[in-house]
Structures are given as structure tokens and as C-alpha cells.
């Protein structure tokens, strides 16, 4: 294939991932209008939700469709499946939400949950979208079969512990009792509201980076750092870094080559430390900081405008739901993810780092988070069928690890050096 049909071939998969994130929202809105419209509706309240929980599906079904289009187009124009940086798996990764959700609806028939999961995978694809979605060449260790089947079933696997996780957290909004003053009930309402702020944060790092990018802010940087040389010898390079969003923190060990002032800010308030050594860490942590203090600004607004905890302004969405049919399904969706992602991303990524790099485990970054999330889905499995940990206790295990897994996309990727940097580029 030439480079201009590649090219052509990648502006038509691009104009399907816009259709299908358009679909989606336009199923979540529908999602909306089934479960909170039913209080205005003229038919009784099931066969409202009913008939608009359906149109929801098929919207939802349509734009997976587009989306698969968008995969199938981005393999043939790149030569492999489109997974292999951190724009390619995340949006993939909300297709497979999308997929993960579809399934978990067919069996239980519950329009609430796409309130929830529709808007969880919408914010996935668009946080991906603020990464280069060019395409690259596989590095020579990538080119395996085991990279379709490792990633693919992690992805997956993640997926549906991605809809447990919204399951849970709406069982929580749905139990919590907002009004509850003792130290027990505090406690759970600032676990609901240090996930809101969460999501909040992640929220607010897609807007930032699309406003700076929209408004053509720049600041560039002329980093030295050292590498190694085909024969193990450190040699000095240098790198340029660009930012788009204004630098409050610079790489380390690096010069200011043009910087636009910001707010008064003509110049970088730190370095980064030298201990980060992840793939352009200075810029990611300044990245990090911005959406923390943006998070934290506009989750204090809300607070304020709100003057109540934003969970409590969530919870009345959820009058009339069973929390028992909550419980269940988060339980059902991760009890289908954990074998999945038991064998994408423990199992099968072992024999593709063996094949790849001649060892089964290397304690990489990434692969130490990917066992941190195993351990802690063992851990609530056994404790659920062993100890009887329902309700609450559960959907907090199924919120808390569900963190964990952005933690690992995130944090990992963005800042902590190792093999798996090339997907934070």
C-alpha cells in the first residue's frame, strides 16, 4: 500500500471514530432520557424505560459498528492492529467498554447502567484523542502474534471490570446516605466524592489540553539526556520537548527555547526530578499537576455553586433502583473480566515477554501494576464467595480496583520509566 492510499484509508478511519463518539453520546443522552424521563412520561414508567432503554442499545450498537470500522480501517492503513501506543489502546479500550457493556445489558436489561458506562467510555476516547494519533512503525519486539491476543484480552478483560466498577459506584450512590453524620458515614461520603473529584480531574485534563492545543499555545524545551549506543556505551543526546500546556514544570536538565508567558509566567517554576525517567516525564507531570489544580478548581465551584456534596446532588437518580440488582451485576461483569484479563495480561503477556525478551517477568512498571490489579481482583473475588462480602464492602473493592487500572493507564504510563514507555508517547 502507497503512502497516499494509507493516508486516505486513515482520514476515513478517523471520520468513523468521530461518528461512533458521537453515537455514543447520543445513546448515553437516551440512557438520560429512559431513566429520568420515565417520571414525565405519559406510559407507565417500565415500558418507557423499556422503549427508550432499546433505542439506547441500538444507537450504542451502531456506533460500535463505527468503531470497529475505525479499528479495521487504522490495521490495514498501518500494517497492525492499532494498539500500539497510548492513542490506539485507549481508544480501543472504550471499545471494548462499549462492547463489555452491550453484553452485561443483554443479560440484565438495566437502561441505568449506559447512564453510567456510556459517559465512562466517552471520557476514555477522549482522553485518548489528546495524544499523537499518528502512526508508527512496531518496534521489532512488538511484532508478534502475542501482541493481538495479549492486548486485545487485557483490553477486554479491563473493560468489563470497567463496568463493574460503574455498576458498584452506582450501587454506592444509590446506599450511601448523604445526611449521615457519624464518623462511618462521613467516611463513605468522601470516598464518593474522592472518585467524582477523580473523574472530575481526568475530565479536566482532556478540556485543558484540547483549549491550550485549540488556542496554539507552545513551549519548547532543549533537554540532554543519556542513553546507551549499540555497543553499551552512555553518549549525551539531545531532545527537543514540547509542551502544550505552560510549563510549570521544565524537563530536567534542559534549556528554555521559547516559552509563551502565562498569566504573568514567563518561565518554568521547577525542574523536573531526575528520578522520573519516563518518556518526556517532565512534561507529563506538568500535565499532571495542571489537571489536579484545574480538577480541584472546578470540583470546589461545583461545591460551592452546589453548596452539598456532589454525590448527593448524583444519588436521587437512583431512587427506585434495586441495589441488590446492582450488586449482582458489578459481581457478574468482573467475574467475567477476571478470567479474561487473567489470561491477556498475566498469562499470555508472560509467553509474549518470554518470546520477546527472553524472560517470563522482568518486574517492569507496568507488568508490577498489572499483578497489583490481579492480586486485588483475586483478593475481592475470594472475599465476596468466601467471606460474604456483598453490598457495600463489595462495590467499594470493584471502585478502588477499578483506580487502579487508570492508576496503571495514567500514572504508569505517563511518568514511571520502563518497557512499556513506547505507550506514552
Given at each position: 500500500m502507497n503512502v497516499e492510499q494509507s493516508a486516505a484509508l486513515l482520514d476515513l478511519s478517523s471520520t468513523f471514530l468521530m461518528v461512533a463518539f458521537v453515537m455514543y453520546n447520543l445513546s448515553f443522552i437516551v440512557y438520560g432520557i429512559s431513566v429520568?424521563?420515565?417520571?414525565?412520561?405519559?406510559?407507565?414508567?417500565?415500558?418507557?424505560?423499556?422503549?427508550?432503554?432499546?433505542?439506547?442499545?441500538?444507537?450504542?450498537?451502531?456506533?460500535?459498528l463505527s468503531h470497529a470500522a475505525f479499528t479495521g480501517l487504522r490495521w490495514a492503513a498501518s500494517g497492525h492492529i492499532p494498539v500500539s501506543n497510548l492513542y490506539e489502546f485507549l481508544t480501543f479500550f472504550g471499545m471494548m467498554v462499549i462492547l463489555a457493556f452491550i453484553v452485561i445489558y443483554l443479560i440484565y436489561r438495566k437502561p441505568l447502567i449506559g447512564l453510567?458506562?456510556?459517559?465512562?467510555?466517552?471520557?476514555?476516547?477522549?482522553?485518548?484523542?489528546?495524544?499523537?494519533?499518528?502512526?508508527?512503525?512496531?518496534?521489532?519486539?512488538?511484532?508478534?502474534i502475542w501482541l493481538?491476543?495479549?492486548?486485545?484480552?487485557?483490553?477486554?478483560?479491563?473493560?468489563?471490570?470497567?463496568?463493574?466498577?460503574?455498576?458498584?459506584?452506582?450501587?454506592?450512590?444509590?446506599?450511601?446516605?448523604?445526611?449521615?453524620?457519624?464518623?462511618?458515614?462521613?467516611?463513605?461520603?468522601?470516598?464518593?466524592?474522592y472518585t467524582l473529584f477523580a473523574l472530575i480531574a481526568l475530565i479536566a485534563f482532556i478540556a485543558l489540553i484540547f483549549s491550550f492545543n485549540g488556542a496554539g499555545y507552545r513551549a519548547e524545551f532543549l533537554q540532554t539526556v543519556t542513553e546507551e549506543d549499540d555497543y553499551g556505551n552512555e553518549v549525551e543526546v539531545e531532545q527537543t520537548v514540547t509542551y502544550v500546556l505552560p510549563p510549570i514544570v521544565k524537563p530536567h536538565n534542559?534549556?528554555?527555547?521559547?516559552?509563551?508567558?502565562?498569566?504573568?509566567?514567563?518561565?518554568?517554576?521547577?525542574?523536573?526530578?531526575?528520578?522520573?525517567?519516563?518518556?518526556?516525564?517532565?512534561?507529563?507531570?506538568?500535565?499532571?499537576?495542571?489537571?489536579?489544580?484545574?480538577?480541584?478548581?472546578?470540583?470546589?465551584?461545583?461545591?460551592?455553586?452546589?453548596?452539598?456534596?456532589?454525590?448527593?446532588?448524583?444519588?436521587?437518580?437512583?431512587n427506585g433502583i434495586d441495589e441488590q440488582d446492582l450488586d449482582e451485576i458489578s459481581y457478574r461483569a468482573i467475574a467475567i473480566g477476571y478470567p479474561?484479563?487473567?489470561?491477556?495480561?498475566?498469562?499470555?503477556?508472560?509467553i509474549w515477554a518470554h518470546q520477546a525478551w527472553g524472560r517470563f517477568w522482568a518486574w517492569d512498571p507496568k507488568e508490577t501494576w498489572a499483578l497489583i490489579t490481579w492480586?486485588?481482583?483475586?483478593?475481592?473475588?475470594?472475599?465476596?464467595?468466601?467471606?460474604?462480602w456483598q453490598g457495600t464492602k463489595s462495590a467499594w473493592m470493584s471502585v478502588i480496583g477499578f483506580l487502579i487500572i487508570m492508576f496503571t493507564l495514567i500514572g504508569v504510563n505517563?511518568?514511571?520509566?520502563?518497557?512499556?514507555?513506547y505507550a506514552g508517547v
Open positions: 429520568l424521563g420515565k417520571r414525565w412520561s405519559n406510559r407507565d414508567a417500565a415500558s418507557h424505560e423499556r422503549r427508550w432503554g432499546g433505542i439506547g442499545l441500538w444507537i450504542a450498537i451502531l456506533g460500535l453510567f458506562a456510556m459517559p465512562l467510555a466517552v471520557v476514555i476516547i477522549a482522553y485518548g484523542a489528546v495524544f499523537p494519533s499518528s502512526v508508527t512503525p512496531l518496534i521489532p519486539q512488538l511484532q508478534s493481538y491476543i495479549h492486548v486485545t484480552l487485557a483490553a477486554l478483560g479491563e473493560a468489563f471490570l470497567a463496568v463493574g466498577f460503574a455498576a458498584g459506584f452506582m450501587y454506592l450512590l444509590r446506599t450511601v446516605n448523604f445526611k449521615d453524620k457519624s464518623t462511618s458515614g462521613k467516611r463513605q461520603i468522601r470516598g464518593v466524592e534542559s534549556v528554555t527555547v521559547e516559552m509563551q508567558p502565562f498569566l504573568g509566567m514567563e518561565e518554568p517554576l521547577f525542574e523536573a526530578p531526575a528520578w522520573m525517567k519516563g518518556v518526556n516525564a517532565g512534561r507529563k507531570l506538568n500535565t499532571i499537576i495542571w489537571s489536579l489544580a484545574v480538577g480541584l478548581i472546578l470540583y470546589g465551584l461545583i461545591r460551592l455553586i452546589i453548596r452539598r456534596p456532589l454525590g448527593a446532588v448524583v444519588s436521587p437518580i437512583m479474561i484479563f487473567t489470561l491477556g495480561a498475566l498469562i499470555f503477556a508472560s492480586f486485588f481482583y483475586t483478593a475481592y473475588l475470594h472475599l465476596r464467595l468466601s467471606r460474604g505517563l511518568v514511571i520509566a520502563g518497557l512499556h514507555s
